[in-house]
């Protein structure tokens, strides 16, 4: 690959009333790394996933995803783009009650055009791969944190996104279930997917090959560790914008 | 570097040469799959709003329903009564008594060409009628006897219940024949040769019980006797104080013009002419004019559905933000979400909607079948119903939709 999964160049990100929660923060991240962005609650963390997941348009700068200026796409391309390359992983996991893990995971294919039964055998998949083929009828009630997390990603990954963004996917979890979806976001990524996962947590973000730490808007410190992963994707460039 | 697809020169935060990703349309049953989202998750709700529409629209149908029902029944029973039937009685005279036809009436009509058939009674007003003679003088009961033609029946539609009618060899003696009316108020369920009642102070044997005349409803309230009896028992003094013609449909105008003339030539101004199917169809007209005030009400019942759906949407999208959020992040686009709750309200809509024609149906038919009429409910209230309540689906569902698009998906997603 020729380009980075994310790059940010001069983005700022201001809110009305003159609050600049990104202020002219440049990041690269190819493809295939695994990366935290870690900070303090106000660090504009969180703003700096929306931008990146497309739900939210910065101020000013550019922001290219997988190779995409996000500034020349309308809405329903941004849209058409979430669909098929971005996978978001919540805090809250944000799974509809009383609708089964494999419809929960198969509608979150609905928006890619796939046929049901095509979402269905995806999702079912999905659900195997991160360890819950067994509990493919049980409704998020049933489930304990971590399973409903494990949904989550599933519902992330089904429609093999090359980037997943996860706010604080640990967040809501117990420790035992939070190391789980770590190494579950671990595997992900060695399998190829990019990830990036938002956190105020140092130790979790300390177990993660590159930390990206925020303060006030502003990148304070990037590791630019080098993407864990094979050489031909080593060779693809520096690193660090 | 690589030789890649998008050639070189990228680092500058350049361009990639792809197309630009196109969201997929949804299929007609994912948008309703969705759009049944809410309506799953909060069946109870989903319920009390479509009743609401159900309400109106059932109101809407039954009226309409039943008043197409009473329609075909008053149609069935006038072509089976005919129209044609002009009556023609003794009015009043200019000083205000009780006016007389001639003898000869019923034949001076039979001679107007167009007139097919003309019968004739004449009411016997000094003779009273009783059960036996043990009742008192002065209860009457409001029942009239009458002299009658033979050919009475065909004229007027009447049809026996009991018996017989009245033929050439019972007309000269006392036997009477009565209305269902009078059958009723005397007590007498069925004629025979044992079965006698008292008109004019002498024993008449009932020989036949009419079933009621639509046409002539007052021989409903009569004992009819044959014209030779009533004139050398009764005192009858052989003038006809109604005569019932049938005449060609389409003369039926012109008959009618020259029927007082006829009957009566030298004080037309004596007789009343009127056609009996005229009332009723006059009765049905007002009833009409009542349906068409319980259809105004239904209406307003239908729009008060349609707020109450406008309401549960508005709520919906309210409640559901962060379920917009989620579907923003999974690729929605606005044109999706907008859809998913337009379809949603169009789908709470049809559901009270088809409720209702249901259950406008079911109570006409079952009001009809308690009637006796035919059930009757007009192909345009169904699909008008039905149209209507689509209409209100979507815009009770607009607004509520455009909102929820609208929404900015940071900001429905931090909804907790």
């Known amino acids: ?241 | 570097m690589m030789a890649g697809v998008r050639g070189g020169g990228h680092w500058g935060g350049g361009e990639v040469v792809r197309p630009k990703p196109s969201p997929a349309r949804m299929r007609l049953a994912d948008v309703m799959r969705v759009g049944a989202v809410g309506l799953r998750t909060r069946p109870l709700r989903a319920f009390l709003s479509a009743l609401g529409i159900a309400i109106g629209i059932a109101a809407m149908v039954g009226v309409v329903g039943l008043s197409s029902s009473s329609g075909a029944e008053l149609d069935r029973t006038l072509s089976a009564l005919g129209t044609n039937l002009l009556t023609v009685s003794s009015g009043t005279t200019l000083m205000g008594e009780a006016a007389q036809m001639p003898q000869d009436a019923e034949t001076m009509i039979e001679r107007i060409g167009p007139v097919e058939r003309a019968s004739s009674v004449g009411k016997i007003s000094e003779a009273k009628v009783y059960r036996s003679e043990r009742i008192p003088e002065a209860q009457t009961g409001g029942i009239s006897a009458y002299a009658t033609s033979l050919d009475l029946p065909g004229t007027v539609g009447a049809t026996v219940r009991s018996g017989t009618w009245l033929n050439a060899a019972t007309e000269r003696y006392p036997a009477a024949v009565l209305g269902a009316v009078t059958a009723q108020r005397l007590g007498v369920g069925a004629a025979g040769p044992d079965v006698q009642i008292i008109v004019g102070g002498a024993r008449f044997t009932v020989v036949g019980i009419l079933h009621p005349v639509a046409l002539a409803t007052d021989l409903d309230n009569g004992v009819l006797v044959g014209w030779p009896v009533a004139e050398s028992r009764l005192g009858f003094d052989g003038h006809p104080t109604t005569l019932y013609t049938r005449s060609e449909e389409a003369k039926l105008e012109s008959v009618r013009q020259v029927l007082a003339g006829t009957a009566n030539p030298e004080a037309p101004n004596e007789v009343d002419v009127s056609r009996p199917s005229d009332a009723l169809a006059a009765k049905q007209a007002t009833s009409q004019a009542f349906a068409n005030l319980l259809l105004g009400v239904g209406a307003v019942a239908l729009l008060v559905g349609g707020v109450g759906v406008a309401n549960t949407m508005v709520i919906s999208v309210l409640e559901r933000r962060a379920e917009i959020g989620l579907r923003r992040s999974l690729g929605a686009t606005r044109g999706q979400i907008r859809s998913q709750f337009l379809s949603e309200s169009l789908l709470l809509s049809a559901m009270g909607g088809s409720g209702g024609i249901l259950l406008g149906m079911g109570v006409t038919m079952g009001y009809a079948f308690y009637s006796g009429w035919p059930s009757v409910v007009p192909a345009w209230a169904t699909v008008g119903g039905l149209v209507a309540t689509l209409l209100i689906g979507a815009v009770a569902g607009l607004y509520p939709a455009v909102r929820a698009s609208r929404l900015s998906p940071t900001e429905a997603l931090s909804t907790p």
């Open chain 1, 1 to 241: 690959m020729t380009y980075p999964m994310i790059e940010l160049t001069d983005v700022t990100r201001t809110y009305p009333g003159g609050v600049a929660a990104l202020q002219s923060v440049s990041l690269r991240i190819r493809h295939g790394e695994l990366a935290a962005i870690v900070g303090p609650s106000g660090s504009g963390k969180s703003t700096m996933l929306n931008v990146i997941g497309t739900l939210d348009r910065p101020t000013s700068g550019t922001i290219h995803i997988d190779g995409y200026d996000v500034s020349t796409l309308s809405d329903g391309q941004l849209s058409a783009l979430r669909a098929t390359t971005i996978g978001f992983v919540f805090q809250s996991f944000h799974l509809a009650a009383k609708v089964s893990a494999l419809d929960n995971v198969a509608d979150g294919l609905i928006y890619t055009g796939l046929r049901r039964a095509e979402r269905r055998r995806r999702a079912a998949a999905a659900l195997d791969r991160v360890g819950l083929g067994h509990r493919m009828d049980h409704e998020p009630h049933e489930l304990s944190g971590g399973e409903r997390q494990r949904v989550a990603i599933a519902r992330a990954v089904g429609g093999d996104p090359p980037l997943v963004l996860a706010d604080e996917p640990t967040g809501a979890l117990d420790s035992v279930s939070g190391t789980g979806v770590m190494e579950l976001l671990h595997e992900l990524n060695a399998s190829g997917t990019t990830i990036l996962i938002i956190t105020h947590d140092r130790e979790i973000a300390a177990g993660l090959p590159r930390q990206v730490r925020m303060r006030d808007g502003r990148i304070v410190e990037d590791s630019a560790a080098e993407p864990r992963g094979d050489a031909w994707r080593r060779h693809a460039g520096s690193g660090v914008a």
